[in-house]
Structure formats: C-alpha cells, structure tokens
C-alpha cells in the first residue's frame, strides 16, 4: 500500500519536474495559454517603447527606441526558447514564467524615460531580468548530456554577461548608458549567431525550429500588430472626428493590416530549412520585423493627428514609409530561410524583386510627404502590389495544370 509520504512524493515530483534535456522536447505540442499570458505582458513593454517614440519621432527617439526594443525583444527571445527546450506546463514552468513576469513589471515602468531620468531603473531591472534568465539556463543546463555541455556553458556565460553589463551600466551618463545598450545588443545577437553557426549536428537537431515555435514568433507578430490599432484608436479619441480624419485613421489601419498580410502569405506558417544558418536567420530577422511593425503603429498615431494638413510631417512620413520598406524587405529575407523558398523559385524569385522595388518606392513616397490621406492611400497601394503578383501567379498556375489536365 502506498504511504502518504510516497504519494505526496509523486504528486511533488508531477508538479515541479526537472527542466528537460535538451533534444527532449516534443516536436508536436501547440502554444499554450501561459505562453500567451507571457507574450502579452511583454507587448505592454513593447507598447511603452512604442508610445514613448511616438512622442519623439526624432533620430535620437528612434535610436533609444531601437535599442530598448531590442533589449526586451532579446529577452522574449530569451525565455522563448528556455520554456520551448527545458520547461513543462506544471507548476515549475509556470513560476518561471511568473518570476521573468514580475520582473518585467518594473522594467516596462521605467521604459517611458530609459533614456533619461529613469535609466538607472531601466538597467537594473534589465540586469535583473537577465540574471534571472541565465540562472534558469544553468539550472537546465545541469542535465545536459556531453554534446551540450560546452554550447550550454557559453550561452549561460554570454547571458551572464549581458545581466552584469547591464546593471552596471546604471552609473554611466544617459548617453553613453544608452550606447553602452545598444553595443550589447548587436554584440549578443553577434554571438547568438555564431553559437548557431557552430552547432554540431546533433545540437542543430535539438534547436531545430518547432510548429510550436513558428506559431509563437507568428502569434507575437500578431500581438504587436494589434498595438498599430490601438494607436490609431488613440489618435482619434484625442481628435475632433471628422470624415477626413476617420478616413486616414481607418487607412492607417489597413496599412497594418497590409504587413499582416504580408507577412502571413509569404512568410508565416511555414518551416525554415533544417540548416544552423537558415535557423538563425529565421530567428533573427524576426527581430527588424516585429521592431518595423511597432515603428509603424508609433508614427500612425502622428499621421491622424496631422490628417488635415497639407504634408506629413517629415518624421511621421519617414518612420511609417521606412518601416513599410523594412517589412516588406525584412519579410522576403525571412523568406528567404524556408523551405518553400527553394521549392516555390517562380513565385518568391520575382516576389523578392517586387517586395524590393515597392520598398524603394514607399522610401520615396516618405521623402514626398504628401498629404496623411495620400501617404496613407499609397502605402496601401504598395502593400497590395506583391499581393498582386502572387494572385497573378497562382491563377497562370491554376490555368496551366487545367490545360495540361484537358490536354491528357
């Protein structure tokens, strides 16, 4: 019979399981709601960022904003994969989540003046938040067998580093504490690629890209695409409602639908080749997409408070036109990593050409500044034209396997 102790020791051991071994993960599961939860209360960071820049559509606004997003966008990246490799949905993998959560609280608090007066916040509870990733890396990482011992070491250490950098830089002058972040992040993002890179075959098959974690880049996607509607929600509750201002509102809300679009149909939801490079590319330009993403929804909140003016402001023009060119280039580059790419040549080969020239001309159409409707009008255009292509060609498919079918 077995005793209380015995079962109260099953039950803990349910409850509290060990981190996985890496290569242990199920390469089937779906999302769940606590990875969810998680995402969210890191896009209310990503929001802050966003608001903040909103307010300070300057060379230097977009600097700072560049570098905390990053910075936070690391970090998910981070507690990511942690829970993707090594967690369980039990009670352990949910006070994880919790933990990184409660730091993040004061972290988003501080994000409105990171650049300034609340810096110091904003480097310790950075530093903080990466201590506690890195513990959690080395917790896993004491089950690992031989092959990942090394790799596990490295990535704790580069972790490690990036928590001890970071809350030291709480007693730099604000410049040189912003700079000193944005170094960090081009360095670990450096060596998060070059640890991929030198992946043995038997590590590249552990970090191999999941459907699990596709939806998860996919899902955040979508989450940060919900704040270009919040902004535009914003602009027009601060403004009288007129016809012209509702229009270039809801405008602004299909050119975000429009990176929706694009990312979805050429990109989302599918499988990157199973190589280390096109796994860190996949990876990693996510990153530029999701940034250029929460740029564009910072400048629409400018574009319907200027929506009867005659031009767009420049800085509004040039943010909302660059980060539609950045989304359609950065969407044909993560293309670029799939499968599909080498499998589908004669849609993506001249889909890449179409997505590269209709970003020159959104970088045109933001040195143009014309008028928020016309601005908003022409990006919706643009957005529209690979879209285009791609029904074109689908249709001469359609057409060419009925004819050879009718031809049989």
């Given amino acids: 019979m077995t005793s209380r102790h ?126 506690v990733l890195a513990v959690l890396w080395l917790l896993a990482s004491r089950g690992d067998s031989p092959e990942f011992r090394r790799s596990s070491t490295l990535f704790v250490t580069g972790t490690a580093v990036c928590a001890v950098v970071l809350a030291a830089s709480a007693a730099l002058p604000a410049d040189l504490r912003v700079l000193t972040w944005g170094l960090l992040v081009v360095a670990y993002l450096v060596g998060f690629a070059v640890m991929i890179g030198m992946a043995t075959p038997v590590q590249a098959v552990a970090l191999s890209v999941t459907d699990a974690l596709i939806e998860r880049f996919g899902l955040f996607i979508i989450i940060v695409l919900g704040e270009t509607v919040t902004a535009v929600v914003g602009g027009l509750s601060h403004e009288p409602t007129t016809a012209l201002t509702l229009a270039v509102g809801l405008l602004a809300v299909v050119v975000g639908f429009g990176a929706w679009w694009t990312y979805f149909d050429f990109a989302g939801q599918r499988q990157p080749r199973p190589t280390r490079t096109s796994t860190a590319q996949w990876m990693l330009v996510h990153l530029p997409l999701t940034a250029a993403v929460a740029a564009m929804g910072a400048a629409m909140v400018g574009l319907v408070e200027h929506a009867h003016d005659s031009r767009t402001p420049a800085a509004t023009a040039w943010v909302l036109c660059g980060g539609a060119a950045l989304v359609l280039c950065a969407t044909m580059v993560l293309a670029a990593s799939l499968r599909v790419w080498r499998l589908d040549r004669g849609l993506y080969r001249p889909l890449a050409r179409t997505c590269a020239a209709a970003a020159v001309l959104c970088a045109a159409v933001g040195a143009a500044r014309p008028a928020p409707l016309v601005l908003g009008l022409a990006l919706v255009l643009l957005f529209a034209i690979p879209w285009g292509l791609a029904v074109a060609y689908r249709l001469s498919r359609e057409e060419q396997s009925a004819a050879a079918g009718s031809g049989s």
């Fill in 6 to 131: 015995e079962r109260w020791a099953r039950l803990g051991r349910q409850l509290w399981q060990p981190p996985r071994a890496h290569g242990e993960q199920p390469r089937e599961r779906v999302v769940g709601p606590l990875e969810l939860f998680y995402d969210l209360v890191v896009v209310v960071l990503v929001a802050q960022a966003g608001h903040h820049f909103a307010e300070h559509l300057t060379w230097h606004g977009l600097g700072e904003f560049a570098v905390v997003f990053a910075l936070v966008w690391i970090a998910w990246l981070n507690g990511s994969l942690h829970h993707e490799l090594h967690g369980h949905e039990d009670a352990r993998g949910r006070s994880m989540f919790l933990l990184q959560i409660l730091v993040l609280v004061p972290l988003g608090a501080s994000i409105p003046e990171a650049g300034g007066a609340r810096g110091v916040e904003f480097a310790v509870s950075a530093g903080v938040l990466f201590t």
